[in-house]
Each structure stands twice: as C-alpha cells, then as structure tokens.
C-alpha cells in the first residue's frame, strides 16, 4: 500500500490550497487517514482526521480554516486549508491505517511542503 502527497507549494498568508493523498488501494479500506505537518525544529503534529464513518477532527489551530474530506471513488483524500498563515508552514504528511486479521498497519505518505509567507 501506498500513498502519494501532492498538492503543496508557496502561499501568500490568506491564500488557500487544496491537498491530495492518492492510495493504491482503495481507501475503504482504511479505518482512518490523517494529515500530520511537521515544521522545522518542531515534531510532528496532527492536523486533520477522517474515519471510515466519516467523522472528523481538527487540530485546534486550523478548525474553522481547513477541512478533510475523502473521495472513496478516487481512491483520494484531501486537505483544504484556507486563510493560510506563515505558521501554518511545513511538511504535509498524509496516514492511514489498515486494520485486520493480521493487525493494525500504519502508512505514510512521502509529504508535500507547504510554504506560507507573510
């Protein structure tokens, strides 16, 4: 299983961007799927999640600005942010988990940078 980030880049502080996170293989399948960011000197950090039910959750910082959504047809989950800030800057990383008869597996995506200037 694999998962592929795309979708950052550089942004003026009120700006917007929209993220994606492709699977290879189809997203039902996972219990649930995340977005993490990490900036620099920082650890990484939960930004949104999403469960198979649909159920979401947000980091503080970013209620009300970003939103997590999950397409199952496009095998394809998606982070749009909104009235971006400079701390919103770092490395996207995108995660799912798979839970089965063989145990919980957990993946990451490769991340995507997001740049916010002021």
């Known amino acids: 299983v694999q998962l592929q980030a795309s979708g950052g880049g550089l942004v003026q502080a009120g700006g917007s961007l929209r993220l994606s996170c492709e699977a290879s293989?189809?997203?039902?399948?996972?219990?649930?799927m995340a977005w993490y960011r990490q900036a620099p000197g920082y650890q990484r950090e939960l930004v949104a999640g999403?469960?198979?039910?649909?159920?979401?959750n947000y980091a503080d910082s970013v209620k009300g600005r970003f939103t997590i959504s999950r397409d199952n047809a496009k095998n394809t989950m998606y982070l749009q942010m909104g009235s971006l800030k400079p701390e919103d800057t770092g490395v996207y990383y995108c995660?799912?988990?798979?839970?089965?008869?063989?145990?919980?597996?957990?993946?990451w995506g490769q991340g995507t940078q997001v740049t916010v200037s002021s």
């Open positions: 995660y799912g988990q798979i839970t089965g008869w063989s145990g919980v597996h957990n993946y």
């Open positions: 293989t189809s997203i039902s399948s996972f219990k649930s």
């Open positions: 999403i469960t198979s039910g649909d159920s979401t």
